[in-house]
């Protein structure tokens, strides 16, 4: 440790340096570091401030700032004031207006750190002419002109030519480059640059992160396409040759995962005894993951591991396939495999048992459903490479319970393996009795040729299935394949396979049953039966009311629109919570074991024989009643849609409102045109005598005093 600073002798530098008037700001700065570091702190915070008043009088611009520098950086903010830094600042400019501008504009004076303005201020200085700098948003700029005057920076950024930036907004917003930084060789010679990218990606992602510094896989491709040093459709070809070359280069760390960084590093990068000692030490199953699955990836250094190592590694491998819960079926099946591609054998690590347990039962399908997509292909050929026999079994008899994308990968490695005809056989029957899901029938879908060669349901004995699917209420990844289901019925080409498949009859009964169903909300339903119509105008009866270009009756099976909605309300909640609750209730009774004792599950499949016969009595309902507001009512004689008076015998008078066949509500006197009184009256005239039902049971004649449009309050009680 050196001897502490005599403050007599320090005092005598200093004032040799202040008799000087060629001293440099270094010999400054070398003195006053030397009174920091001894005992005169005190003394060297009173010098800098007469070292920064000789360098002025001796004009020293840069020297100045490189001692305000300094002292920004080694003086606590509670000694000077933003007035004092402000007050040393102006000594650095003079009397230079430009100088003052900028000061100004860096923020001394305010609210800012010391640092912070003079980073600000040495940035803003070098914004000259011809100077080239990065923006967070518009990317690379060529500086044209600093108006000190108006307080602006002319930049020419790409696409953005002599656009005006305010110097505040310059200084916190800029970058200034020097002329090893990547956009600024991009900039000087282009033709060079992309020779590079064509010849050497590797060298041209080390100058960007040397550029830029550590930057993900992502971060890395927006900097690149975006300022123009690789075209965008070039990436992928760019990015796989420089990673190949990258992971083998032991100055660059390219990690495992897309969304860490890639960093330079200052010293080779190895697997040496400090690595392994991490890792001996780590506890988080996926960061052992991820740095197992770096050393699988470099063949070199797993063949180099010595024993001890390798040992570590069997143990860090087991704690992972331990210490995946239940709820982390993939990270146990990644330990598993990787294990295996780091030649760990039992017992120091027993990753065949593991594998073991997803064979059994239905535990393979927890782990499919909890990976990513891009592991599910490697995990499906790892299981068939380690017991085809066992994995071919276990994936035909669970096949009907796999999500979507695992499902569709399952498909894609069975019909490789020759397991083409006991898939048909299990599409055949689920089919057969109705019983296939959603995601099944996406994949016959999305398969029409397989579908054919397979001799499955056509389009249109599928499409009813497909709606039941639809009208399900499913979350998660079911929902996704729902989605994906119902955007079927956008494609005019399924429309056309499902329609002709059906005769006319069938086609109108089919379009009711979209129109009715809950699977699509109303504008979507609008925007399906516009398809359909445009592919097959005849069905507009269904929606008009029309046969064969004849209009049917105005007033034969209608209702008000309450009532029409409170119908749909009831079907509406019929689909999607009885139904669905039944089906939830049948399944854990079936669970339960032996069927043929099970009250639960008998009692659970009466419901579901009411809640079907009732769906189809409220589908029959729907699609033979339409809703009206009665407008189109006759006039002048009694029927639905009007309010009549009839006087009975004695005196007594008594009005009632027919209205249509399910509009029932005796405290209004709202009557449905079912009834017997409402039948009775049908088609009278004010003043003839009529025979109409009592309570009683005798009928009495009575007179029709007027028949008289609804009242606005009776009007307003059917919306």
Known sequence: MSDPVRQDDFENRVLALLENEKAKAADWIAALEEGRAGDVSSATREWAAMAQEALSKAGNVEGGIALLKWRAENTPPEQMTSKDWLKAADLVAGSNPHLLALIQEAGFGQRLAARECVRRFRLLQSLKPGALCLHRTWGFGVVQKADSLYKKIDINFRGRPGHGLAMKVAAETLEVLDESHLLARLHKDRDAIQQQVKESPADVVRAAL???????????????????????????????????????????????????????LD?????????????????????????????????????????AQKQILANRMTFVLKGATSRQPGLKLMGAMLASRLNLEAP???????????LQGSAIVPLLHDLPARELKPTLEFLWTQDADSTRSVLLTQLRHLHFGALQETMDLLLRQGAGEACRQIFAEACATHLIREEMLLWALRNPERREAWDLPLPAVLAPLVVEELEQDYMGDRLKTQKMLREKFEEADWLRSVFDGLTQGRQMDFFKRLNLSPAWPGLDRQVLQAKILKLYPHLQSVITGTADGVPVATYGAVTSHRSYRERQEQFEKLINVDIPANAKVIGVARSEGDLRENAGYKA???????????????????????PTDFSEAPRGVAGVGSTVTLEYPGGHVEHFHILGEWDQQPEKHIISSNTRMAKALAGKKPGDKVMVPTEEGPEVECLLQSVAELSPEIKEWVK
Request: net charge positive; with cysteine; proline share 5%.
């Open 267 to 307: 010293r080779a990068f190895g697997y040496d005894d400090s690595w392994f000692d991490r890792l001996a030490n780590e506890r988080d199953i996926k960061t052992i993951l991820d740095r197992a699955r770096e050393l699988a990836e470099n063949p070199a250094s797993l063949a180099a591991i010595q024993p």
């Open 210 to 264: 040397a550029s830029f510094g550590p930057l993900t896989a992502g971060a890395l491709q927006e900097k690149l396409v975006q300022s123009g040093v690789v075209p965008e459709g070039d990436w992928k070809r760019f990015w796989d040759g420089a990673r190949k070359v990258l992971k083998a280069d032991p100055m660059v760390n390219v990690p495992a995962k897309r969304t860490d960084p890639i960093r330079l």
């Open 604 to 626: 659970a499949k009466d419901m579901q024989a009411l809640l079907m016969s009732r769906r189809a009595e409220l589908e029959n309902m729907i699609s033979k009643v339409r």
């Open 348 to 358: 120091a690590c027993d990753w065949s048992a593991a594998l073991r347990e997803f």
